[in-house]
Nanobody, 116 residues
Framework: QVQIVESGGDLVQSGGSLRLSCVISGANFGIYSMDFYRQEWYRQAPGKEREFVAGISTGDSTNYADSVKGRFTISRDNAKATVYLQMNSLKPEDTAVYYC?????WGQGTQVTVSS
């Protein structure tokens, strides 16, 4: 069974930075390594639907929501089975619970709060 654990959320001032981590365990990669598969970050703000933030695919191809382009960077470390989300120039509207998605499963989320 796949287990996904996010961490790194915190309270930060507007303009600050955070790096979120997502550790994936129990996944059967088969003959491939983790970077053959796609992982994604989503977020959900209070009273809003969960929305896509960033994704990383085979060959480390990445894509981002328009709202975070140029500020957020998704990356991964195969050896550590970890996906990262580097968030810079944070804004109050980035406040949300951030979730990692991999192999169709979700983590429990990590809270990011950006104060103005």
């Amino acid at each position: 069974q796949v287990q996904i654990v996010e961490s790194g959320g915190d309270l930060v001032q507007s303009g600050g930075s955070l790096r979120l981590s997502c550790v994936i365990s129990g996944a059967n990669f088969g003959i491939y390594s983790m970077d053959f598969y796609r992982q994604e970050w989503y977020r959900q703000a209070p009273g809003k639907e969960r929305e896509f933030v960033a994704g990383i695919s085979t060959g480390d191809s990445t894509n981002y929501a328009d709202s975070v382009k140029g500020r957020f960077t998704i990356s991964r470390d195969n050896a550590k089975a970890t996906v990262y989300l580097q968030m810079n120039s944070l804004k109050p509207e980035d406040t949300a619970v951030y979730y990692c998605k991999a192999f169709g499963d979700w983590g429990q989320g990590t809270q990011v709060t950006v104060s103005s």
